[in-house]
């Protein structure tokens, strides 16, 4: 169970990285230096924005219940 669930965080962890490089920078930094091509594309779409941001709270939601769950199996 615990390897399980550890395996789910790593994952949700990558792609937390990913997804959160990949929005669309209010300035500079990060996301525009490795999602400035990508999201310069879809710029103007605000439904592919709006499902980003779904996917990434998705993602962050799956990320904490991993980290709970862990603590949870893992105390003495």
Known sequence: ????????????SLLMILLVLLHKGKGGGLSDMFGGGFSSNFGGSSVVERNLDRLTVITGVVWFVCIIAL???LRP
């Open 71 to 73: 603590g949870l199996l």
């Open 1 to 12: 169970m615990e390897i399980g669930i550890s395996i789910a965080l790593i994952l949700a």
